[in-house]
């Protein structure tokens, strides 16, 4: 039994530093000043470099067009995937196994098979590198999460509240704003957080539709790569994880509170 | 009374836009990779393109190999995530301590880094003059970098399936996670009073709880790694190349003549997937 235990906990130790090691080495090489093989702990560190990044006025303006582009692709996939949930989740929609491949479609699919195409129609339309055309092209990948994210979650919504203020006279608009966003807030908090991950992290459905005008951190981080400066690399990569790494903690604050709709019923 | 704004209508305006963006993403393709709408000069269709591409006349060359690379890498990177995530899942599947719900916090983290800045990670760690070569170094193993073995820009692709097999194992070990924790909770604890070994537990109680919902998050998977493009472009070496690479190479080169040929490859990675896709479908039917 003991030995077992310790085997377990030699696991989970390797796993854990299979997760962690590869960032706190990033953390580390975005400190270090001057820091060469065989050197295993770099000789000087400071924050130099990450502030001149940080400063940096292409960092700034990345950082201020990826949030843009993450938050509206996040409210735009919400805005349409509430409805699509509430059907799957609480009516009686026929043909779930279609409707479900259908949304599995776009997520298998190769980002690039779909991104040269939206470019040439994109740049047709005379929208291309336009904020408005990025966010659009990111509902590819954004869409499906939000809508299976959204249905697993409203599953256990009750749906007699809703009835219950039917039943006193409530018209839709009322239900939807006093009941239902209330009640449903927290998964739609966890929803809109995972479809901002979703968004974060595109590269091929921002750099084709934003035909190089719009430019957020994983582009930069990609052509920093190809430079020889490891740590301004490092560093730039350190603060594209940031805004992913709140939202996925926020996301995480809700979904291990108890809904509120739980033992409210009756 | 049924609940409003939950008729089938509702799912219409999601469903418009996801059909319109991947229709018109892969039209232009199809056009395009025909020889309609070309950049410059007339319209010549025909199928051109794609027996330029496979035949690797006319620019793209070695197409098959990149094909078989990224199959290659594809299928080693899901195996090897599926093992990590089945090897935690027996795990997993136990009364809740505080490590454990350190471990799944860590695995959602992990979850939300963008995979460009995950591969510099990687590239950091598994170079050859990376960490672990220095405390190899350290500990007297190696003397100099060139001793250390290519796992990263290495022509089997070492780099990029680490890459996704640490950046999917905790999405899948979650998908696990999530089918435990949604069956009868005291199943475990009965086996174990029963005197069943904890071998026995993973076999006959893990195992089939998670393996169907693991089928299908491992099929998501191996198709997003066959479309990848960042872990390859950082992790990966100038030939053999990802699919993606070269089709973006192709699509973005000062020779226009090569586009049709980029359209031509994203329409067959996408003819490869969808019919990969199913036929996973129709199998998982009749085994049901």
Redesign the interface.
């Known amino acids: 039994m003991a030995v ?1 235990r310790v085997g ?1 906990t030699a ?2 130790a390797v ?2 530093l ?6 706190v ?2 953390g580390i ?1 975005a400190l270090a000043t001057g820091w ?5 702990t770099p000789d000087q560190v400071g924050v130099g470099t990450l502030r001149d990044v940080v400063a940096d006025s292409a960092t700034r303006s990345a950082m201020g067009e990826g949030i843009a582009v993450s938050a509206l692709a996040a409210l735009v996939s919400l805005a ?5 949930a ?3 989740a ?2 009686r ?2 043909h779930r196994r279609a ?1 479900g ?18 470019n ?2 994109l740049i047709r339309a005379g929208v291309a590198g336009t904020l408005a055309a990025v966010v ?2 990111h ?2 990948a954004t ?2 999460y939000a ?1 299976l994210v959204l249905t697993a979650l409203l599953m256990r919504y009750d ?1 007699r509240h ?2 219950q203020a ?2 006193l006279g409530a018209g ?1 608009a009322r ?2 704003t006093h009941v239902f966003l209330p009640l449903a807030a927290p998964a739609l908090i966890v929803a809109g957080c995972i479809t901002f ?1 979703v968004s ?2 595109q ?2 459905l921002t750099l ?1 539709p934003g035909a190089g005008d719009v430019i957020t ?2 582009i930069l ?2 052509a920093a ?1 190809s430079g020889g400066n ?1 740590t301004a ?2 560093a730039i ?2 603060v ?2 940031i805004p ?2 709140f ?3 926020l ?2 604050r809700f979904m291990n509170a108890p809904p509120r709709w739980a033992g409210a019923s009756g | 009374m049924r609940p409003p704004l939950a008729g089938a209508l509702a799912l219409a305006p999601a469903l418009v836009i996801l059909g319109l963006l991947v229709a018109v993403g892969i039209g232009y393709a199809v056009a395009q990779s025909l020889g309609m709408l070309p950049l410059a000069g007339d319209a010549a269709v025909g199928l051109d393109a794609y027996r330029a591409l496979v035949t690797g006349e006319g620019g793209a060359g070695g197409v098959w190999g990149s094909a078989a690379f990224t199959l290659w890498v594809s299928a080693a990177s899901t195996l090897v995530a599926l093992a990590l995530a089945l090897a935690t899942a027996g795990w997993l599947d136990r009364p809740a301590g505080r490590l454990r719900r350190g471990a799944t916090g860590v695995m959602h983290i992990n979850l939300a880094i963008p995979h460009v800045v995950w591969a510099i990670g990687v590239l950091l760690v598994l170079s050859q003059s990376g960490l672990v070569a220095r405390v190899a170094a350290a500990i007297g193993v190696i003397s100099e970098p060139a001793e250390f073995p290519l796992l990263v820009r290495d022509p089997l692709g070492i780099g990029i399936i680490l890459h996704y097999a640490t950046k999917e194992a905790p999405f899948l070990a979650l998908v696990a996670y999530a089918l435990i924790r949604a069956r009868p909770r005291d199943l475990d604890s009965t086996a174990r009073s029963l005197g069943a070994t904890g071998m026995q537990r993973f076999r006959m109680l893990t195992l089939p709880t998670v393996l169907p919902g693991l089928g299908i998050a491992s099929a998501l998977v191996i198709a997003f790694v066959f479309g990848a493009y960042e872990a390859p472009v950082v992790l990966g070496m100038d030939s053999p190349r990802m699919l993606s690479v070269v089709g973006l190479d192709m699509f973005s080169a000062s020779d226009l003549t090569l586009r049709p040929q980029a359209m031509a490859l994203g329409v067959l990675m996408a003819a490869v997937v969808m019919t990969a896709l199913l036929a996973a479908l129709a199998i998982a039917r009749r085994w049901r």
């Open positions: 077992r377990n696991a989970w796993a854990v299979l997760l962690v090691v590869p960032i080495v990033l090489q060469f093989f065989p050197q295993v349409l995937a509430v409805p699509a509430r059907a799957l609480l009516g929609v026929r409707i491949l259908v949304l599995m479609v776009p997520i298998v699919m190769p980002p690039l098979a779909i991104a040269m195409g939206l040439v129609a659009l092209a509902q590819v869409l499906p809508i749906v809703e009835q039917q039943s839709t239900i939807l991950i974060w992290s590269y091929l084709l951190p994983p981080v990609l790569a490891p690399t490092a990569a350190l594209t994880a992913p790494a939202a996925v903690l996301a995480l």
